[in-house]
């Protein structure tokens, strides 16, 4: 009889032991994987075989060093972009460089605590928030120009919205004209169980926030590596469901408003892992729809 109890006990020793391991789960750490895998491609198809293709290349602690983009074009010689990445030792990038069909520029990334300010022909200072997270952007830009991002997270650390603001200088007969563009984007994750296919690359949160989704640097798309789709927001997390746009523009003359509003969503297939190979992404503005499929293909990670 004491036997029994005995080994009655420890099973249920056991047993809140699993529960309470379970409660403790996090779906969203990627520590927990035991199959970690890396993109290396992503084939963006319009339809009619009208296809941009990305190949994603990482050094030995899987940091992503080079990114190649190649445009669909009806020309022998398509628009091709190369962009390069290199760290330190603290694992943080500090320079990134872009090359296009032969031109190149680029610039460096200084990093101070909860800081980051990237030189390039403008300069973006990046404000961080908790687990290296992108709060806010401020973006000066050639002739005066500049643009302001602030981005808010929920709970789990997914983020929520964008709000761009942009003042924008440019000529108008003999003097200068200035117009004010405001955008709110809103992204929403409901019954979403796609999680970002970048949690295993060794790169910081803002540095996917920042240079490989779509609400970083969206005033020029030529440096965002995404600037159509949202394919993450933050290396780890969740993708969302669905992102809206809604955008305001002031003409600088009249001072009339101009609104307009459009609707992203996102429906997510799977491998046999759990990570994300095909993304179907549908961009509704006014009564047009756009669909773009995008297909993910990985590497095992070192």
């Known amino acids: ?180 563009i405001q955008d709110t984007t809103e992204l929403e994750y409901a019954n979403s169980s796609a999680r970002s296919i970048w949690r295993h690359v060794n790169m910081p949160n803002w540095f996917v926030t920042y240079f490989i989704s779509d609400v970083g640097l969206r005033h020029s798309s030529s440096w965002s590596i995404f600037h159509w789709d949202l394919i993450a927001t933050t290396r780890i997390g969740l993708m969302p469901t669905q992102k809206n746009i809604l955008e305001r523009e002031r003409c600088w003359n009249t001072g009339e408003m101009i609104v307009s509003n459009r609707t992203h969503t996102f429906a997510y297939a799977f491998d046999a892992d759990g990570y994300v190979r095909q993304i179907d992404a549908i961009r509704e503005l006014e009564g047009w729809t756009e669909t773009r499929v995008f297909i993910i293909e990985y590497i095992p990670a070192r």
């Open 1 to 180: 009889m004491k036997k029994l109890l005995f080994l009655t006990a420890i099973v249920s020793l056991l047993f809140v032991g699993c529960n309470n391991d379970n409660e403790n789960y996090d779906p969203n750490d990627p520590s927990r994987e035991t199959v970690r895998k890396l993109p290396s491609r992503i084939v963006s198809d319009w339809g009619d075989s009208r296809n941009d293709t990305i190949n994603f290349e990482y050094d030995d602690l899987n940091r992503l060093v080079r990114v190649t983009k190649t445009l669909w074009s009806r020309s022998s010689s398509p628009p091709t972009f190369t962009y390069t990445f290199t760290h330190n030792v603290n694992d943080e990038p500090i320079g990134f460089s872009v090359r296009n069909n032969g031109s190149s520029t680029g610039g460096s990334l200084l990093h101070s605590e909860n800081q980051v300010v990237f030189e390039w022909t403008a300069y973006d200072t990046l404000i961080l928030g908790a687990n290296g997270r992108l709060e806010r952007i401020v973006s000066r830009q050639w002739g005066g120009s500049k643009y302001t991002y602030n981005y808010t997270y929920n709970s789990d650390g997914n983020l929520t919205r964008v709000q761009r603001e942009r003042k924008i200088w440019y000529a108008v007969g003999d003097g200068w004209g200035v117009k004010i």
